[in-house]
T-cell receptor, first 118, second 114 residues
Framework: NAGVTQTPKFQVLKTGQSMTLQCAQD?????MSWYRQDPGMGLRLIHY???????DQGEVPNGYNVSRSTTEDFPLRLLSAAPSQTSVYFC?????????????????FGPGTRLTVL | AQKITQTQPGMFVQEKEAVTLDCTYD???????LFWYKQPSSGEMIFLIY??????QNATEGRYSLNFQKARKSANLVISASQLGDSAMYFC???????????FGTGTSLTVIP
């Protein structure tokens, strides 16, 4: 049981380049999400998905695309990288919210990807 | 609107002492969950403790306890007998029943002093 995996761990891009951050989970979680973490700003939601074929925007979606063709995978695409996208990116997954079942609602995080855009 | 507020950017505590990290939240959803995560300098996010909005008792997990005051919309994390390994960033998060999303605070940096 690998949990949530992310690749790559580190990436340096030039302005204007595109790339895909990979995320996979093996816990059969319906809910998956992408966050970016910047100093002093906590974790901000980029995009999320509640199941295969269903995605939606979070707080900071501009410049990013996602798709969810399978339950396991949720890649994040940077269309044309900008220095403002320099950040640490986390993928996370959980079951759909179920009231009254305690920490079953916990969100599991991947190890993160540190992206630098020059 | 859903919002999580952590007003303490940085905290210091003496080793073996207890410390309280503050968290307030705002939601109109009657059913929600509250979470605390720890992020050490290595960067991974570690789940610490969960409190459900309908739970009658405050959650506890080892040295961690959650001081849940529903009327005040606060969910403070209490760490007892602090250890050097507790030095980390701590994030409060809320998951309302509607929407499935998690909302995070900006975090509190805790430093344990020997």
């Amino acid at each position: 049981n690998a949990g949530v995996t992310q690749t790559p761990k580190f990436q340096v891009l030039k302005t204007g380049q595109s790339m895909t951050l990979q995320c996979a989970q093996d816990m059969n979680h319906e809910y998956m999400s992408w966050y970016r973490q910047d100093p002093g700003m906590g974790l901000r939601l980029i995009h999320y998905s509640v199941g295969a074929g269903i995605t939606d925007q979070g707080e900071v979606p501009n410049g990013y695309n996602v798709s969810r063709s399978t339950t396991e995978d949720f890649p994040l695409r940077l269309l044309s990288a900008a220095p403002s996208q320099t950040s640490v990116y986390f993928c996370a997954s959980s079951y759909r919210w179920l009231a009254g079942v305690g920490a079953y609602n916990e969100q599991f995080f991947g190890p993160g990807t540190r992206l630098t855009v020059l | 609107a859903q919002k999580i507020t952590q007003t303490q950017p940085g905290m210091f505590v003496q080793e073996k002492e207890a410390v309280t990290l503050d968290c307030t939240y705002d939601t109109s959803d009657p059913s929600y969950g509250l979470f605390w995560y720890k992020q050490p300098s290595s960067g991974e996010m570690i789940f610490l403790i969960y409190q459900g909005s309908y739970d009658q008792q405050n959650a506890t997990e080892g040295r961690y306890s959650l001081n849940f005051q529903k009327a005040r919309k606060s969910a403070n994390l209490v760490i007892s007998a602090s250890q050097l390994g507790d030095s980390a960033m701590y994030f409060c998060a809320m998951r309302p029943n509607t929407g499935n999303q998690f909302y995070f605070g900006t975090g509190t940096s805790l430093t344990v002093i020997p």
